[in-house]
């Protein structure tokens, strides 16, 4: 019922909380919960009994408040009708029950004494409660009422800025029975959640006598007597240091053999850093890669080949004026192995990419040759053995041996070569293995691990010669495992030995054709590319051959794959075909026993991998039943004329420079396949021209057999074009399309105009990086012509 009625009769809302002198304040103040003043008989007399009305929230909840802030209403809204509100708004209350004319309550204050006589609603229905019930209070309600005034209490005693304005304007007497009234009905609420709680009791067991005791644990008492095992635990874990790496500590430059040694020396313990904090340094392989790469193709210098003029006065390796020691001699070998494991653990834990086959292979091809080079030479306090006659400088009848790099020459013809340095250094290695294998006999070939795994003919005389002079047995088993180091007696007197073996084997290994041969992409660790060597001894039916392990494999089968009288022209002739690659691969198919995968894909200038179909000439391209529209950026009449121009391998780069730099036909070059084949045909090196002086060509075109000796060039391609072609050739050529790339700008830096303006702008960089190459060197042109005229008599 209304509060008025409800609690204490007709004396109104201030006669509700206590005395008969009306309102808030008067006559006794606040005697209780609705307790009446004596004297009044008209708060003496009592309403009937109301039974308890609880508010049932909805199944949202109130998470508003919106029934509290409804019920407030109600009860100002009777009072307001009653004239009690106004005539308490306007008079106010006596502070301390002396006055009649108190200060005026303010909205704050007002707002205090509502929510105070909703706690004392609330109790007084409690109270109802338990007399219904019987029991104690609150016994009947659920937690979740029995929470909410709880919160109900909280709130109003909460210390908030606007309970404190309100509080103002209120007379102590009025806080003081308020902190009371708001005590007893907490401890009211207290008692009544003792009673009712969420918890489950515990389940009583059934009345049977087969299961009564059986949840008894007599035992559980040892869990609490357990022992201390805290020692168990070990000793705490220290945490990782992180080692500054300073790559810098590599020289840019080396003048003299101790120089050499300490690149060699500051490059290996870097590496080893890198190495051991793999888990921590990012990028760690990849830096190794380059450290290593910068380090051979940059830093150290390359052996200059036999028939170059300046040999004696240029070449770092061969210079008259200096002299090397047995112990530098051997200290350079040593580091040059230790490198060679750490590049090829790094180089096996990335992926593979066709410009990174290029790098890895001219790297190792660099080591190999650099580790030729040391080895030749003669030690001026006490020459090795093994120089001496490996550089056929022994005593006797004896001649120099050499490496067979044929395999290499043919192999780097379409590597792509980004950067000028490579493209320099693939000739360097060219020129210098091609003079020393044809200065040595074609028996004294060491090393042509790629076409048989059997002691070679050039490895034994090698062996044997060391062996006539040492006094070592000479049988084949004998010199097999003197090379494999099973028996380790010629390994320990020259360990250079294996490490020029293990060098050389890395580089044929990088050049095999099946991918399923290398080892799996994983993260390899140096110690995993360190190489076991075995040898098998002949027997009945089958030749004595070496078995090689590393890389968590017992045996790598990397070897033997190229027919051991056949020639690399002839293989060469069908790996080029693009439609036709699985002749290429018949050791494989009978090793793996499945098709191995290449482990590059065809070159992507070459007009057969465009069109899907072998071609070979201009003629044949007109046969082609549906040439490649490339997702419509080019017309038949455009794919042919693209077509013809990559068929001529040795004039195809300014033809399509020249075609892709019309407005119209760059717009194809958002197409990945026709990205693939610019790049190719700039890059790729070509055949490689032996001779200093060329023959010209009897007809034109040129005949088949008669190409590679005639269209051939010393440093590839792009560096002939650059030197050759005429003047606003190539150059101007690429800013055209540099130019009409830039137009297509749209702002955005995706789709097909985003893609051709960075590749057009990555493509220009190389370009520029080959012209700079020249200008920085361009006396080194001088000397070819002036050699080639002293050749022709025209220089004296």
Request: aromatic content about 8%.
């Amino acid at each position: 019922g209304p509060a008025s009625t409800q609690h204490g009769g007709g004396g109104g809302f201030g006669d509700g909380f206590g005395g008969g002198g009306g309102g808030f304040g008067g006559g006794g103040g606040f005697s209780g919960f609705g307790a009446p003043a004596a004297g009044n008989p008209q708060q003496r007399r009592k309403a009937p009994p109301t039974p308890p009305s609880w508010h049932t929230p909805e199944a949202g909840g109130d998470p508003f408040a919106h029934g509290l802030a409804s019920l407030a209403a109600m009860v100002a809204l009777q009072m307001t009708a009653e004239g009690e509100l106004l005539e308490i708004m306007q008079r106010g209350l006596e502070h301390g029950g002396g006055s009649s004319a108190g200060p005026t309550y303010n909205a704050d204050g007002l707002s205090l004494l509502l929510q105070h006589q909703l706690c004392v609603l609330a109790y007084e229905d409690l109270l109802q409660e338990q007399v219904a019930s019987g029991g104690a209070v609150g016994s009947t309600l659920s937690a979740a009422s029995l929470e909410l005034l709880m919160r109900s209490t909280r709130r109003l005693s909460a210390s908030s800025p606007r309970l404190a304005r309100g509080a103002v304007s209120l007379a102590p007497s009025e806080l003081d029975g308020m902190l009371t009234q708001l005590r007893t009905l907490s401890g009211a609420i207290g008692d009544a959640k003792a009673v009712v709680t969420t918890e489950l009791g515990p389940i009583t067991p059934p009345p049977m006598d087969e299961v009564r005791g059986s949840a008894t644990l007599p035992y559980f008492d040892r869990l609490t007597d357990l022992p201390d095992v805290e020692g168990l635990a070990g000793a705490a874990r220290e945490p990782p240091v992180v080692l500054p790496i300073q790559l810098s500590v590599v020289p840019d430059k080396v003048e003299t053999f101790a120089d050499v040694s300490n690149a060699l020396q500051q490059a290996t313990v870097v590496c080893t850093l890198l190495a051991n904090q793999r888990g921590l340094v990012q990028n760690s392989y990849a830096l190794r890669a380059a450290l290593i790469t910068h380090l051979f193709v940059r830093v150290v210098p390359l052996p200059l080949a036999m028939s170059n003029t300046g040999r004696a006065l240029r070449c770092f390796w061969n210079r008259k004026d200096r002299s090397i020691s047995h112990d530098t001699q051997a200290e350079l070998l040593r580091w040059i192995s230790l490198l060679c494991r750490h590049y090829a653990a790094a180089s096996l834990s990335l992926p593979l990419t066709v410009s990174f086959d290029a790098t890895r292979m001219i790297v190792f091809a660099s080591m190999a040759a650099v580790a030729d080079a040391i080895l030749r030479l003669r030690a001026f306090d006490a020459p090795s053995l093994l120089s001496l006659h490996y550089s056929g400088q022994a005593e006797g009848p004896v001649a120099p041996f050499a490496l067979e790099m044929r395999h290499f020459e043919r192999e780097s013809e379409r590597c792509q070569l980004y950067t000028p340095e490579l493209a320099v250094a693939r000739t360097q290695l060219l020129d210098y293995f091609g003079d020393l294998q044809r200065a040595a006999p074609a028996e004294n070939r060491l090393f042509r691990f790629e076409r048989s795994m059997e002691l070679g003919v050039g490895e034994g005389r090698l062996l044997s010669q060391l062996a006539t002079q040492l006094g070592f047995a000479k049988d084949e088993a004998s010199l097999g495992a003197f090379l494999s180091g099973q028996d380790s007696a010629m390994v320990d007197l020259f360990p250079e030995l294996a490490t020029f073996r293990d060098v050389v084997f890395m580089l044929k290994a990088m050049m095999v054709p099946s991918g399923d041969a290398l080892p799996e992409l994983r993260a390899w660790t140096p110690m995993d590319a360190t190489l076991k060597w075995a040898y098998r001894p002949a027997s009945e039916g089958s030749a004595g051959t070496f078995a090689v392990g590393g890389f968590g494999s017992k045996e790598m089968h990397v070897g033997g794959w190229l027919e051991e009288d056949g020639d690399d022209d002839d293989y060469y002739a069908v790996s080029s075909k693009a439609v036709h690659p699985r002749k290429r691969f018949g050791f494989f198919r009978r090793l793996f026993k499945k098709e191995p995968k290449p482990r590059l894909a065809p070159s992507a200038a070459d007009a057969s991998s465009l069109c899907g179909q072998e071609v070979a000439t201009e003629e044949d391209i007109l046969h082609v039943k549906s040439l490649p529209d490339f997702n419509g950026t080019l017309r038949a009449a455009d794919s042919e004329l693209l077509l013809q121009y990559l068929s001529a391998p040795y004039v195809r780069i300014p033809l399509l420079l020249d075609f892709f730099a019309d407005p119209l036909r760059i717009q194809a070059l958002s197409q990945p396949r026709l990205q693939s084949a610019l790049e190719c045909a700039l890059f790729e090196p070509g055949p490689w021209q032996a001779e200093a002086v060329r023959p010209l060509p009897d007809t034109i075109p040129v005949k088949k057999e008669e190409r590679e000796a005639l269209l051939s060039t010393p440093v590839g391609l792009l560096f002939h074009e650059l030197v050759h072609s005429p003047e606003g050739l190539v150059v101007p050529t690429v800013d055209k399309m540099l130019a009409a790339a830039l137009n297509m700008d749209t702002g955005a830096p995706t789709g097909a105009s985003a893609a051709i303006i960075l590749f057009v702008a990555r493509l220009a960089v190389r370009v520029e990086a080959y012209v700079v190459f020249l200008a920085e060197h361009r006396a080194w042109r001088r000397e070819p012509e002036q050699g080639q005229r002293r050749a022709q008599g025209e220089v004296s």
